[in-house]
């Protein structure tokens, strides 16, 4: 089993749909991280985390430490959203930046 | 403010040759870190480094290694390699690497070096 989870695997949506990408890790963490990865390869960080909610723009990111799990919300979504978001964690005990395996979104007009 | 720049961005080796990948941080940042991308395990890191010293080291063979240079440039090198090697390398910078409330350890990515090995 994966130390990292994220669901679903694969999303497709419609323009102006409210989406969820799920995170779900086994590891004592010390920090979370959701990424953002376009074809060609590029990697963008949308947030790091470690309690709490964020929110940046139309991006809304959550954790529940307690029960070792993160959501990010991505609201009015847009075909621009397309792309594939990694959880990663950095592992409280190793201190290694872990990867989930991602979910690749894409938002039709 | 300039990213974080990799080169080469493309490169072609046949088995048994040996690789350098270059990354250069953001201005000010200490930490670098490098992650190997493939489609069978995703991403994976490979090491960090800070202030010309690897911090952390992931589950790799000795054929990868790695260094830092006193401006924080950091160089990643394969030897022999094997054609499970081809990968897309990427490197992320971050001011001091500690990641904390106060967002010091965020990353910022490359655009990567993909390796092909043939």
């Known amino acids: 089993k994966n130390e990292v989870e994220q669901s679903p695997q694969n999303l497709t949506a419609q323009e102006g749909e409210f989406i969820t990408i799920n995170c779900s890790y086994s590891v004592g963490i010390s920090a979370l991280h959701w990424l953002q990865q376009h074809p060609g390869g590029g990697i963008v960080s949308l947030f790091m985390l470690s309690s709490g909610k964020k929110k940046h723009g139309r991006l809304i990111a959550t954790i529940n430490i307690q029960e070792k799990h993160s959501s990010l919300h991505i609201t009015a979504s847009h075909p621009r959203d397309s792309a594939v978001y990694i959880c990663?964690?950095?592992?409280?005990?190793?201190?290694?930046?872990?990867f989930g395996t991602g979910t690749r979104l894409q938002v039709f007009p | 403010k300039a990213g974080v720049t990799q080169t080469p961005r493309y490169l072609i080796k046949t088995r048994g040759q040996q690789v350098t990948l270059s990354c250069s941080p953001i201005s000010g940042h200490r930490s670098v870190s490098w992650y190997q991308q493939t489609p069978g395990q995703g991403l994976q890191f490979l090491f960090e480094y800070f202030s010309e010293t690897q911090r952390n080291k992931g589950n790799f063979p000795g054929r990868f290694s790695g260094r830092q240079f006193s401006n924080s440039r950091s160089e990643m090198n394969v030897s022999t390699l094997e054609l499970g090697d081809s990968a897309l390398y990427l490197c992320?910078?971050?001011?001091?690497?500690?990641?904390?409330?106060?967002?010091?350890?965020?990353?910022?990515f490359g655009e990567g070096s993909r390796l092909t090995v043939l």
């Open positions: 990663a964690v950095r592992s409280h005990n190793t201190d290694k930046l872990i």
């Open positions: 992320a910078s971050s001011l001091d690497g500690q990641f904390d409330a106060s967002g010091t350890g965020e990353l910022f």
